[in-house]
């Protein structure tokens, strides 16, 4: 199956065929081409070379590789030679990207924590009831830093969030090596948020990219391409029929009666909302939920951009620029430098989270066997 992990920066896949990446990379010979081309420089092989170096791969099976990873522009071709299309980062790369943010972000650490004051203030005024470091990981790591901070560098122009493709699709492809490092990293990095929305609301988990996390956005994700195993499997028994968005609308209206004070009798929706540790076993809420987060929001990014939105551009300028200069593999393949500044965020925020979690600005998350490490919360629009 090659030696690359694939992920995707996923704003619309469309459906599971021919030019959706999920589906692609699940075809023969697709992640061993991919893995192929990323070990040499790009333009390295042609299609004749590329062939020759699968060996076993007849050439049916090779061209209908080839047509399908175009179909999702994984590959471009310089006259008859070949390079990827996506940022991709092997071990070595890894090591130089962390070395460079960490550096940086240790340097400013204590500046943004102080930053980040009046966000706290905000967050007791109206949250008095919920930690306020479980609050501040909840508000910053997940609609400041995976959320609002996309919007705001796009502004500055230093990324961009839409990557359109073939067929109407838009989404980008990022691919790390298998090696233990870049396993470890993605493991580890707190950059991973999990929402299943209705309208404004939603079932939302934040942390990092371990295992399958039992929350909705995972089970609805596992539904879509038929890969359901354990309890998602025993959910899907009571959900198979029914709609993404009435589940969700559902198991939040059992959240807002309970929070009501209403007796809620048992139904399949309150079954799972205990399942998925959202509720107890008594019927009491069992994470935080933050009724009117949009106007508290509107009030913490207006408080981000004043105290830290300069240090932070300033700040992931240079990282940038030392990591342009530090001959990444994925460089000589010519990549759109755009998806690499949206990557390059990613590892940026997941390690100041990681930082902010160490120095204990922000609430640890909680380990769960096969889930990675995660807390759980509500955002609810009103009550």
Same mark, same amino acid.
């Given at each position: 199956?090659?030696?690359?992990?694939?992920?995707?920066?996923?704003?619309?896949?469309?459906? #599971?065929?021919?030019?959706?990446?999920? +589906?692609?990379?699940?075809?023969?010979?697709?992640?061993?081409?991919?893995? *192929?081309?990323?070990?040499?420089?790009?333009? =390295?092989?042609?299609?004749?070379?590329?062939? $020759?170096?699968?060996?076993? !791969?007849?050439?049916?099976?090779?061209?209908?590789?080839?047509?399908?990873?175009?179909?999702?522009?994984?590959?471009?071709?310089?006259?008859?030679?070949?390079?990827?299309? #996506?940022?991709?980062?092997?071990?070595?790369?890894?090591?130089?990207?962390?070395?460079?943010? %960490?550096?940086?972000?240790? /340097?400013?650490?204590?500046?943004?924590?102080?930053?980040?004051?009046?966000?706290?203030?905000?967050?007791?005024?109206?949250?008095?009831?919920?930690?306020?470091? *479980?609050?501040?990981?909840?508000?910053? !790591?997940? /609609?400041? =830093?995976?959320?609002?901070?996309?919007?705001?560098?796009?502004?500055?122009?230093?990324?961009?969030?839409?990557?359109?493709?073939?067929?109407? $699709?838009?989404?980008?492809?990022?691919?790390?090596?298998?090696?233990?490092? !870049?396993?470890?990293?993605?493991?580890? &990095?707190? !950059?991973?948020?999990?929402?299943? $929305?209705?309208?404004?609301?939603?079932?939302?988990?934040?942390?990092?990219?371990?295992?399958?996390?039992?929350?909705? #956005?995972?089970?609805? /994700?596992?539904?879509?391409?038929?890969?359901?195993?354990?309890?998602?499997?025993?959910?899907?028994?009571?959900?198979?029929?029914?709609?993404?968005?009435? %589940?969700?609308?559902?198991?939040?209206?059992?959240?807002?009666?309970?929070?009501?004070?209403?007796?809620?009798?048992?139904?399949?929706?309150?079954?799972?909302?205990?399942?998925?540790?959202?509720?107890?076993?008594?019927?009491? @809420?069992?994470?935080?939920? +933050?009724?009117?987060?949009?106007?508290? &929001?509107?009030?913490?990014?207006?408080?981000?951009?004043?105290?830290?939105?300069?240090?932070?551009?300033?700040? =992931?300028?240079?990282?940038?620029?030392?990591?342009?200069?530090?001959?990444?593999?994925?460089?000589?393949?010519?990549?759109?430098?755009?998806? &690499?500044?949206?990557?390059?965020?990613?590892?940026?925020?997941?390690?100041?989270?990681?930082? &902010?979690?160490?120095?204990?600005?922000?609430?640890?998350?909680?380990?769960?066997?096969?889930?990675?490490?995660?807390? /759980?919360?509500?955002? @609810? +629009?009103?009550?």
């Amino acid at each position: 199956m090659g030696d690359i992990n694939i992920f995707y920066f996923d704003n619309d896949l469309g459906a #599971f065929d021919e030019y959706n990446p999920r +589906f692609v990379m699940e075809q023969k010979f697709v992640k061993q081409i991919i893995s *192929v081309l990323s070990k040499k420089p790009g333009e =390295f092989y042609t299609k004749k070379t590329l062939q $020759r170096k699968l060996e076993v !791969c007849s050439n049916d099976d090779f061209a209908y590789a080839i047509e399908l990873l175009s179909n999702i522009s994984a590959i471009s071709f310089v006259n008859d030679k070949i390079n990827l299309n #996506f940022p991709f980062f092997l071990a070595s790369d890894v090591k130089k990207i962390k070395q460079i943010i %960490i550096e940086h972000l240790k /340097k400013n650490l204590d500046i943004i924590a102080t930053g980040l004051n009046e966000t706290k203030e905000i967050l007791k005024i109206h949250y008095p009831n919920i930690d306020t470091k *479980v609050a501040l990981y909840h508000f910053v !790591c997940g /609609k400041i =830093f995976d959320g609002f901070m996309f919007d705001y560098l796009e502004e500055n122009q230093l990324l961009k969030q839409s990557f359109l493709q073939q067929n109407g $699709r838009d989404y980008m492809i990022i691919g790390y090596s298998k090696e233990h490092l !870049c396993k470890v990293i993605n493991k580890k &990095l707190l !950059c991973s948020f999990n929402n299943a $929305r209705y309208k404004k609301d939603s079932l939302t988990s934040f942390g990092n990219a371990t295992g399958n996390r039992l929350d909705y #956005f995972r089970y609805f /994700k596992l539904r879509q391409i038929n890969k359901l195993y354990g309890k998602f499997k025993k959910i899907d028994r009571d959900f198979h029929d029914i709609p993404e968005e009435e %589940i969700v609308f559902n198991s939040l209206n059992v959240i807002k009666n309970i929070m009501n004070g209403q007796v809620v009798k048992d139904n399949i929706f309150l079954k799972h909302l205990k399942t998925m540790r959202y509720i107890t076993k008594n019927h009491c @809420l069992n994470v935080p939920v +933050f009724v009117g987060f949009y106007d508290v &929001l509107q009030q913490i990014q207006g408080s981000i951009v004043q105290n830290l939105g300069e240090i932070i551009i300033e700040d =992931f300028k240079n990282v940038y620029e030392q990591i342009i200069n530090s001959n990444i593999s994925c460089l000589t393949h010519k990549i759109d430098k755009a998806q &690499l500044l949206n990557e390059i965020w990613h590892l940026y925020f997941g390690l100041l989270n990681n930082l &902010l979690v160490k120095n204990k600005t922000f609430a640890r998350p909680k380990k769960f066997k096969g889930e990675g490490a995660y807390l /759980k919360c509500v955002y @609810l +629009f009103d009550a």
